[in-house]
């Protein structure tokens, strides 16, 4: 397929007008063709009115139809082959398997959100039946679902180019709550993002669905971004990447007339807590899963382990010694864009003003390579500096000696919300780690015990959520089936006739929900 260099306003492809936008492989700062010139807010007015042109069609589409879209766009991804892994790699400097295991993953969460769909739990059926004998009063019918928000505003991510960019979690769990959606294109891989914005699109006509459903622009955050999150059409967005960007679009979602949630997932440094008789029965094993997960992907994981927290002693000493020797031998990595690269640099830097460099990686040997960094500081300079605590964006991570269980406490005490909080720990730590447990709840969106926390499952159960600044709203997930939660909102129906009811509600139960009708759920 050739590359045009073009943005899709629903099935047009359509050329920008502002500065060129050009991809740069990083792993060598060559400039890929072709160029992609950006957006401007007539291109936003097109694609809104489009997607709200189309929003009420596709909102009532069946479930059936819809799931058979979403699967429509993985079998598309799929069939675009080598071109689409070459390309990504081109852009990214990722290696080819990460590319490839990311493509399944996000073919994967496309029909797994197809599944989530068919089976209509997320509509929430509730039914309270009308009881007019009731005294005082009777008692209306009421009926309630859930409905998609609108059409949704999507930020591809630099570090997951397929599985958090065009169709990715965000546009997949939007789609399958019914919202049209809009993405923003991340500037770092055009060419990845318009092959994949080329197979939705096709699936779009496939499906015989308004041409609005989609759309993918080209261009500024400032420019297109702001003008899509503030157009009046659009009502809701999602975000990942950095927590300035997210608190930008944020404050501009929350000065319009009508503000919308802005779902963004921005920073976390992901605290490992390495308790006394863990860290005592295997300190050895605990740096090299430590250093295999700090340095995977140059540690461009939102998931990364930034922090270890533990209280000093020889145990801790062998944990920083056998990750300090690891980490030496590791070899610089290719970060995913120049400026990554170069925030990177000076994040260590900063890190560096006030901890100790316990181990630094090999040096690099090629254009934006990132060496592993390892740092140790006291538990009283990590409480008394903030600067600290800032995610630094690669494979670097912070060691915080704690004098005793009071010090791990306070430590914990002072953290910002985070999307994990990993305890490694045995039997005779229980006790420590339960009296902890009650404030890394405050914390943290997942809880994991004896694990890594890069690597996220797409699944029911996962929460990749937070308190801020790991996201701006706690009370969602961007990874799993829960995701779609954050694109619908309730509505009821109170004595409708039946004939007016939207079929999930209807008397006679036409789609076989599992309703919760008078307080009880049906089998
Ligand atoms: P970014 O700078 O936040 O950019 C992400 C998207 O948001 C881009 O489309 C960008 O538009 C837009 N944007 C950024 N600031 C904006 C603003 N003030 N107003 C409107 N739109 C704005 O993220 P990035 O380029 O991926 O990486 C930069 C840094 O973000 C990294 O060094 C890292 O620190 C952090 N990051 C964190 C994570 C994580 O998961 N924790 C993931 C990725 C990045 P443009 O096209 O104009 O840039």
């Known amino acids: 397929m050739t590359l045009t260099g073009k943005m899709l306003i629903g099935q047009q492809a359509v050329a920008g007008n502002r500065?060129?936008?050009?991809?740069?492989?990083?792993?060598?700062?060559?400039?890929?063709?072709?160029?992609?010139?950006g957006g401007n807010g007539d291109h936003v007015e097109q694609a809104c009115a489009l997607a709200w042109e189309a929003f009420d069609v596709y909102r009532e589409t069946s479930l059936a139809d819809r799931a058979r879209f979403l699967e429509a766009i993985a079998d598309n991804i799929e069939a675009l082959g080598d071109e689409l892994i070459e390309r990504a790699v081109a852009e990214t400097g990722l290696p080819r398997p990460r590319i490839q295991g990311e493509r399944g993953r996000t073919c994967g969460q496309l029909r797994t959100f197809a599944r989530t769909v068919r089976a209509g739990e997320w509509l929430d059926v509730r039914v309270d039946a009308a009881q007019p004998e009731r005294q005082p009063l009777p008692r209306p019918d009421l009926r309630q679902r859930h409905i998609a928000l609108g059409p949704v505003a999507v930020f591809g991510a630099s570090n997951f180019p397929l599985a958090f960019s065009v169709a990715g979690g965000d546009t997949a769990s939007a789609l399958a709550a019914g919202c049209p959606v809009i993405v923003k294109a991340h500037g770092a891989h055009p060419g990845t993002s318009e092959l994949v914005g080329r197979a939705v699109a096709q699936a779009v006509k496939e499906c015989g669905l308004p041409q609005g459903v989609f759309s993918l622009l080209y261009g500024s955050g400032r420019e297109v971004g702001i003008a899509l999150v503030t157009d009046p059409r659009i009502k809701a967005v999602g975000f990942t990447g950095s927590?300035?960007?997210?608190?930008?679009?944020?404050?501009?979602?929350q000065a319009r007339p009508e503000p919308i949630p802005v779902y963004a997932e921005m920073s976390s440094i992901n605290p490992v807590y390495l308790f006394p008789a863990a860290l005592e029965a295997r300190a050895e094993a605990l740096a090299q899963g430590f250093v295999t997960s700090l340095t995977q992907g140059a540690g461009q994981f939102c998931t990364n382990p930034g922090l270890v927290i533990a209280v000093a002693g020889a145990a801790l000493e062998r944990f920083i010694d056998t990750a300090a020797t690891l980490l030496s031998g590791c070899a610089a990595q290719t970060m995913l864009t120049p400026g990554i690269f170069s925030a990177y640099t000076s994040g260590v830097g900063a890190l560096g003003e006030h901890a100790h460099v316990a181990a630094t990686g090999l040096a690099a040997e090629s254009p934006n390579s990132?060496?592993?960094?390892?740092?140790v500081t006291q538990a009283s300079a990590f409480l008394s500096n903030d600067a600290l605590q800032a995610e630094v964006f690669g494979a670097a991570s912070l060691v915080v000696v704690c004098s005793n269980d009071a010090q791990v406490r306070q430590v914990t005490e002072h953290l910002e919300g985070q999307l994990t909080a990993t305890l490694h720990l045995d039997e005779a730590d229980l006790a420590r780690a339960r009296a902890l447990l009650p404030v890394l709840e405050r914390k943290a969106g997942?809880?994991?015990?004896?694990?890594?926390?890069?690597?996220?499952?797409?699944?029911?159960?996962?929460v990749h959520g937070g308190p801020f600044p790991a996201t701006s709203d706690s009370r969602s997930t961007s990874v799993g089936t829960a995701a779609i939660q954050r694109f619908l909102r309730p509505v009821c129906y109170q004595d409708f006739p039946d004939a007016l009811l939207p079929g999930a509600l209807q008397h006679g139960n036409p789609l076989l929900l599992r309703r919760l009708l008078d307080g009880q759920r049906e089998a």
């Open 446 to 462: 997942r809880l994991l015990v004896n694990g890594w926390p890069t690597g996220v499952e797409v699944c029911d159960a996962m």
């Open 19 to 37: 500065e060129a936008i050009r991809a740069i492989n990083p792993a060598t700062n060559a400039a890929l063709e072709p160029a992609y010139h």
């Open 370 to 375: 990132g060496q592993a960094h390892l740092f």
């Open 243 to 253: 927590r300035s960007g997210g608190i930008a679009l944020t404050q501009a979602a």
